[in-house]
């Protein structure tokens, strides 16, 4: 443009917090954070069509003719640097403010002065480290058009500027407010994995599984919600704040410590700590031989309880401190089976039920091995083996397992997914809702009663039960992606937009899935073929790639592609739900015929996907078909929900 002309511009400040301290401290330290920090957001300029207009020390000046690209910027600064930042100890972190503020500018010598850069330099100083704050003139241009939410932070007098601004801060995805309220309700518990402390690394299975019966121990408490072993395994190794892993897990509590295991002698040691103010509310060492261990487990539990001022009830007191077995050698082949179970690849649930049935044999009243055999023969039956094969060595050992011990929360929950597994609905549905009486901190639970209701046709229910199973296992790919399909199915389009961009680093699979499901249903064919080619990226060989990709060329038009898709699927026998993949790609070409065809051979091989039929914007036209209701009809008849 030409020199000192006038124009209007969003100008964006960011600096470094703290950076003048570090650099009085360890300069070396901070010179090479400022490189580091640097090379990471510069990149986001040009990327949201920004121009650098200066370094100033630590600090940067960018210009952008669009408020809404400025803040587009700052939001995906923030969170690569969030990303950067995750694990490191706090010397280590590079936290930066971000002002923002659109006003008139002139161009001078290529630099900028005028309002808009005095007023944004001096809104940067409001925002926290690792935050963002704009002028109300900003938040006018992008409320409708931002994704995440902005809050006042009121009427600010700035230096050197006349009248007072309003200024609005982000409420980024890591600290929401909705997150932070129920974060650090105190009741909700997350045990980080143990620290392994012994001299044998290969003692860390001792420590793993120490964190599991700790978990376990403390979900018996019916008043306390427990994060899931999958969740807080995903922090094993780490060495993020208190007050962080509590606003990403939902909770307000954590309990952590260590383990050390010589011989027969083992110390534990544990510590309580308030997820709202980063203090210890309770720490102990525990020195015992392994015979008391379980009693320590117990301890460690009902000191949780008393802490947390939670009333037990005798039964409850009574389960907690009920012994698994009385033989240690039982119990050891049980945690070590426990971890290859947590694989899940074929050859470690192989080995996982030798230690299972090796802690039978030990131990015949060890209900709980019991059900570890019982969930490795489930495991074989989603694809190694024939669930009729499969199926009675399920039933007997959760028959024995519950002769054993009648209350046993796994054992009815590992039952209520054999139901499932048979067609049996409501008895699905019994053993779930008794699992959750026994133990509501189960999430798998939940998820078999998502089933159940949406069999039955009650999709606010199905969305509550997505809820309450992601919050207890908030980093579990199953569970963001059914919380994603729940809201998206049940016309939550906004819910869904915000839970995938909250997760999609952490599920990036089931994420890319659901978001080509989203866009396909907008009739953004574009970018339904883009997301789909992410995931292909990651699972070439899915069937779901395949029926997938028919479904967007027929969707396109391109007929001749859609067939070529069908003919693949059908020859290569992709699976056990092939008839559902040829259904859907059929429904695309408006064959409804053809689709109900397939869709009727899926339920006789009791195949058919009841959430994706029923409830997929994708597949509203067959529901608009006489069809449609029969087939339902005998859906329910057959999963015992009608008569």
């Not at 110390?267 to 210890?280: A, S, Y």
């Not at 070590?336 to 050859?347: N, Q």
Request: proline share 4%; charged share 30%; glycine share 6%.
């Amino acid at each position: 443009m030409a020199e000192n002309e006038r124009r209007l511009a969003a100008i964006m400040f960011t600096d470094v917090a703290g950076y003048t301290a570090l650099t009085q401290r360890n300069e070396a330290l901070a010179l090479s954070l400022l490189e580091e920090h640097r090379a990471a957001v510069r990149p986001f300029f040009a990327q949201h069509n920004g121009r650098e207009v200066k370094t100033i020390g630590d600090a940067f000046l960018v210009e952008f003719n669009s408020a809404l690209e400025a803040v587009r910027c700052a939001y995906a600064m923030q969170q690569s640097l969030h990303e950067l930042n995750s694990g490191r100890p706090s010397e280590r972190q590079a936290q930066v403010r971000v002002g923002i503020h659109l006003g008139d500018v002139i161009h001078s010598q290529r630099d900028v002065y005028g309002d808009a850069v005095n007023v944004a330099s001096r809104i940067e100083p409001l925002s926290a480290p690792g935050g963002i704050c704009m002028s109300e003139q900003v938040y006018s241009q992008v409320k409708n058009k931002f994704e995440f939410p902005m809050v006042s932070l009121g009427r600010k007098e700035l230096k050197n500027v006349g009248e007072s601004v309003e200024v609005f801060r982000v409420v980024l995805p890591w600290e929401r407010e909705d997150t932070l309220a129920e974060g650090f309700n105190r009741s909700r518990v997350a045990v980080l994995p143990f620290t392994n402390m012994s001299s044998d690394p290969e003692e860390g299975y001792f420590a793993d599984g120490i964190t599991e019966e700790l978990i376990t121990g403390i979900s018996k408490v019916r008043e306390l919600k427990v994060t899931s072993r999958t969740s807080v395994m995903h922090y094993k190794g780490q060495t993020k704040r208190i007050p962080e892993v509590c606003r990403e897990l939902g909770v307000g509590t954590i309990l952590e410590g260590s383990v050390r295991r010589a011989g027969n002698r083992v110390r534990i040691t544990v510590q309580l700590i308030d997820g709202g103010n980063d203090e210890h509310l309770w720490a102990e060492t525990y020195d015992r031989t392994l015979e008391d261990v379980f009693a320590v487990q117990s301890e460690i539990a009902e000191k949780v309880a008393g802490e947390l001022r939670v009333q037990l009830l005798e039964s409850e007191k009574k389960n907690i401190e009920k012994k698994p077995t009385e033989n240690i050698e039982a119990y050891n082949n049980f945690l070590r089976g426990r971890e290859l179970y947590r694989d899940g690849s074929e050859p470690s649930v192989r080995q996982a039920l030798k230690l299972f049935e090796r802690a039978v044999e030990l131990d015949p009243s060890f209900a709980r091995a019991h059900v570890g055999v019982a969930e490795c023969h489930q495991s074989f039956s989603s694809g190694y083996e024939a669930w009729d094969v499969m199926l009675p060595a399920v039933k007997a050992s959760l028959t024995r397992a519950l002769e054993l011990d009648p209350d046993l929360a796994e054992a009815h929950a590992s039952l209520a997914e054999m139901h499932l597994n048979e067609d049996d609905l409501l008895g699905a549905e019994a053993e779930a809702k008794r699992a959750l009486e026994l133990n509501p901190s189960l999430p798998e639970a939940y998820y078999q009663l998502y089933e159940v209701a949406g069999v039955k046709g009650d999709p606010e229910e199905m969305v509550r039960l997505a809820e309450a199973a992601y919050r207890l296992d908030p980093i579990r790919p199953l569970y963001i992606g059914v919380l994603g399909y729940a809201y998206f199915y049940t016309g939550r389009e906004e819910d869904a937009l915000e839970h995938w961009r909250k997760t999609e680093h952490l599920a990036p699979v089931v994420t890319f899935r659901i978001k080509t499901d989203y866009y396909l249903s907008k009739g953004d064919i574009a970018t339904a073929r883009e997301i789909h080619a992410k995931y292909e990226k990651l699972r070439p060989d899915s069937p779901w790639v395949t029926y997938m990709g028919g479904f967007i060329n027929a969707t396109a038009g391109d007929r001749e592609k859609a067939l070529l898709a069908i003919k693949k699927i059908e020859e290569r026998r992709m699976g056990p739900v092939t008839y559902n993949h040829v259904a859907y790609v059929y429904h695309a070409l408006g064959d409804m015929d053809r689709y109900f065809e397939n869709m009727n051979r899926a339920l006789e091989e009791h195949t058919l996907e009841a959430d994706f039929v029923m409830y997929s914007p994708l597949l509203a036209k067959a529901r608009e078909d006489p069809r449609y209701g029969e087939l339902v009809e005998k859906l329910r008849r057959q999963t015992g929900l009608a008569k």
